[in-house]
T-cell receptor, first 114, second 110 residues
Framework: AQSVTQLGSHVSVSEGALVLLRCNYS??????LFWYVQYPNQGLQLLLK??????LVKGINGFEAEFKKSETSFHLTKPSAHMSDAAEYFC????????????FGAGTTVTVRA | KAGVTQTPRYLIKTRGQQVTLSCSPI?????VSWYQQTPGQGLQFLFE???????NKGNFPGRFSGRQFSNSRSEMNVSTLELGDSALYLC?????????FGPGTRLTVL
């Protein structure tokens, strides 16, 4: 079984500051890991994913995440926050190829201060 | 390519009624998954269909059901609605690993 823990339900950052969202997972098999973003009244948009290979993954809108197996973590970062980054972010895990069941974390709401 | 579409976008029902939600996946995608999103429980997996067969199922009561048609379009049905079924229902379609989500159907049960 897979599960995801996101540390911090709310994060507030200043425009131009580092954004760091924490995600830890548990999985009985090598997992596939994802970060999604959700804007109000919209569906989920994929920011980035880790399946195999390079552990530092770059995504859209300047986000990146690093898969650390020893720490069972997949933290999301962006060097410089923009007002448009204000949204809710979800970390998710799936068991692997051909199993599309996603288990989501509780989400982290990001507020960006001018 | 057109994205995942869901209809209707908003729905208001009363307790005891039933409801059917529709999802049209991205062209060529054969897998469709459904998720329920609520403030209290977050995002929870309902079920996944692949080539008209339910391939995976979450931990929801039998009142929640779904099906997939030969053109990959999918519907989910909730019978005997309860107040707790009020939620955003999200559909996602997949070709390989990546799931693409639709905008969701907001169901309100009064």
């Amino acid at each position: 079984a897979q599960s995801v823990t996101q540390l911090g339900s709310h994060v507030s950052v200043s425009e131009g500051a580092l954004v760091l969202l924490r995600c830890n997972y548990s999985s009985s098999v090598p997992p596939y890991l994802f970060w999604y973003v959700q804007y109000p009244n919209q569906g989920l948009q994929l920011l980035l994913k880790y399946t195999t290979g390079a552990t530092l993954v770059k995504g859209i809108n300047g986000f990146e995440a690093e898969f650390k197996k020893s720490e069972t973590s997949f933290h999301l970062t962006k060097p410089s926050a923009h007002m448009s980054d204000a949204a809710e972010y979800f970390c998710a895990v799936s068991p692997g190829p051909n199993d599309y069941k996603l288990s989501f974390g509780a989400g982290t709401t990001v507020t960006v201060r001018a | 390519k057109a994205g995942v579409t869901q209809t209707p976008r908003y729905l208001i029902k009363t307790r005891g009624q039933q409801v059917t939600l529709s999802c049209s996946p991205i062209s060529g995608h054969r897998s469709v998954s459904w998720y329920q999103q609520t403030p209290g429980q977050g995002l929870q997996f309902l079920f996944e269909y692949f080539s008209e067969t339910q391939r995976n199922k979450g931990n929801f009561p039998g009142r929640f059901s779904g099906r997939q048609f030969s053109n990959s379009r999918s519907e989910m049905n909730v019978s005997t609605l309860e107040l707790g079924d009020s939620a955003l229902y999200l559909c996602a379609s997949s070709l390989e690993v990546e799931q693409f989500f639709g905008p969701g159907t907001r169901l309100t049960v009064l």
